[in-house]
Each structure stands twice: as structure tokens, then as C-alpha cells.
């Protein structure tokens, strides 16, 4: 069988099979991140595809994907690892009495300090370890694409943390040590520019901004995402989101919300737009109200091509 990571046109290919319609910059800087085994740090407005391109590259290459979501407050023992207290709390229970015994037979209580200690470490070892998503990244045996979605929604302080597992593929744990990754995983972090990340972070990625498309590309990616639609419907429909993205709106539709509204038009079983379809399904391209009301009393003109 064909590699297809083993050229951007591969790729380009691959991507398309999967549902992913992929640029050429695309598909190159997939196509870096895999033979340099670098991170690649995906940046565009809310819903250009920057989730879904990770998605359909595990797909392609057949790897499990493994996400972590970043928000505020996001810390190292909801991404990395933490221990099994459930677990430590039955064992203790289950060894009290023999520990109880152990002690007893402790002749001072230095030897007794040092029975309690190595009975410590044992609760946290390698049986009591709950992996989190980096973790579980870093043991995929066989690999995985790792997806850390809207970085930009950490803080510093996390930012700061993943430094060592982008640029090793690798984590400390104080209680057990350094784990490394056997097959680095192919890792995404996605932003929205919610704030500006870090230096360090950058330096240790490739970037990748992926911007709204031209008419022919979004044409396109809603017959790929839609493949139920008519072209004459699917041209307009395309054309009227282009027009709307020339005005100046609170939010702009983005390429999800125009697949949103093909499947809205095809689920009412429109075939053109007309402006009483339209005026009905706005709200599936636009999210504010004051947008709403701005692009209404233009939706003839807008049908019509005249922005």
C-alpha cells in the first residue's frame, strides 16, 4: 500500500479521502511535522478547520487520536498524569493489619520509620498511575495524534509546562522519573489568538494559519462536507457567505457554519436561494443579532451578487 505521508501530494490526496479538503501549505506543513517530527501549531478563526484537520490526519494515518482541551485553570494532573486515590485508599485498608504486624516487629522506631517509607513509595508506582492525555500519548505503542485544542485558553503556567514533552516527547514524573516517548506522537495544539502565546512554545512548533478560503476552495470543502447538494445551490449558497464576509459584521461565518447551512437548505429541501429560505435560516451563519437585523433588509441584493 502507498505511503501517503511520503509526499505533500500524497497528503493533499489522503486528507481528501478522509473529508479534509487540504491547501498545498497545508498539507506541506503536515508533511514537515511527520518527517521532522515537530509539533505543528495551527492558528485561524473559530472554525476554519483547525480541529478537523487533526482529526482527519489520524484518521489517514490510522493512529488513534487523543485530545485535551485547554481551558483556565488547566493543570498537570488533568493533562499528565495523577494518582489513583480510590485505589491507594482500598490497598491501604487491605495492608493495614500487615503493616500493623510489620511494625510491631520493628525493633527501634528507625527501623520502623523505614518500613512506613518503603511501604509509601509503593502506593505511588506504576499500578497507581491514572495517565491522562500526554501521558497516554507519550505510551501509544504504535503512536497517536495528539490534539491539544485552543492552547491559547491556558494559562502561562501550562503553557510553560508542555515545553518539555513538545521538545523531548518527553515528561517528568517526580515519583517515578523521566517517560519517554518510544514513537513520538504527531502533535497538533490549535489557537483561536484568544492571547499571544509564548516564544518558547513557538520556537518549538511549526506553524500553520489557516485562513477563511476563496469561492472555488469553500465550494469544495461543502462538496466534500455535503455531498448530497446540487452545484447550483451549492455555487449561490457560497457566494452569498463570500458577499456576507465583505460586511462588516460582529462575527463572520466561518467554513463551519457555511456546512451548517448547505445541511439546513438541503434538510429543507431547498434547490436556490430564495430570500424567504434565507431569512429563515440566517441564524445558522450568524450568531449575534445585531448582524441579523444588519444583513436582512440586503438579503435580495446579497442573493442577487451585489454586496
Known amino acids: ?5 511520503a509526499s505533500v501530494e500524497g497528503l493533499v490526496a489522503g486528507l481528501a479521502e478522509v473529508g479534509y479538503i487540504a491547501s498545498r501549505r497545508i498539507a506541506a506543513a503536515l508533511y514537515m511535522a511527520l518527517h521532522l517530527q515537530k509539533p505543528i501549531l495551527v492558528e485561524g478563526s473559530a472554525g476554519v478547520g483547525k480541529t478537523e484537520l487533526a482529526v482527519c490526519a489520524a484518521a489517514l494515518l490510522g493512529l488513534p487520536l487523543i485530545r485535551l482541551q485547554c481551558y ?4 498537570e494532573s488533568k493533562a499528565l498524569y495523577e ?4 485505589k491507594q485508599l482500598l490497598y491501604t485498608q487491605v495492608l493495614k493489619d500487615h503493616m500493623g504486624r510489620g511494625l510491631a516487629d520493628a525493633p527501634d522506631m528507625e527501623s520502623a520509620m523505614a518500613a512506613l517509607h518503603g511501604g509509601g513509595d509503593l502506593f505511588f508506582s506504576e499500578p497507581f498511575l491514572e495517565a491522562r492525555p500526554l501521558l497516554a500519548a507519550l505510551r501509544a505503542p504504535g503512536g497517536a495524534v495528539l490534539l491539544i485544542d485552543e492552547i491559547d485558553k491556558s494559562d502561562e503556567a501550562f503553557e510553560a509546562f508542555l515545553l518539555e514533552t513538545l521538545s523531548a516527547y518527553q515528561v517528568s514524573i517526580p515519583e ?3 517517560i519517554k516517548a518510544t514513537v513520538p506522537p504527531v502533535v497538533f495544539l490549535t489557537s483561536n489568538n484568544v492571547r499571544d502565546l509564548g516564544d518558547a512554545l513557538k520556537r518549538r512548533c511549526l506553524h500553520l494559519h489557516i485562513p477563511l478560503p476563496d469561492q472555488a476552495l469553500e465550494e469544495r470543502i461543502v462538496a466534500a462536507r455535503v455531498p448530497g447538494i446540487e452545484a447550483a445551490l451549492r455555487a449561490q449558497l457560497v457566494a452569498f ?3 456576507l464576509r465583505g460586511m462588516d459584521l460582529r462575527k463572520l461565518p466561518s467554513i463551519s457554519e457555511t456546512v451548517d447551512w448547505a445541511r439546513a437548505l438541503i434538510l429543507l429541501h ?3 436561494l430564495e430570500p424567504s429560505v434565507v431569512r429563515e435560516t440566517l441564524n445558522v451563519l450568524l450568531k449575534f443579532e445585531a448582524d ?3 444583513v436582512e433588509p440586503r438579503i435580495g441584493e446579497l442573493i442577487a451578487g451585489r454586496p
Open 72 to 75: 483556565e485553570g488547566l493543570d
Open 292 to 294: 441579523i437585523a444588519a
Open 270 to 272: 431547498a434547490r436556490a
Open 1 to 5: 500500500m502507498e505511503d501517503v505521508s
Open 241 to 243: 457567505v463570500q458577499a
Open 83 to 86: 494518582w489513583k486515590y480510590g
Open 176 to 178: 517515578i522519573g523521566v
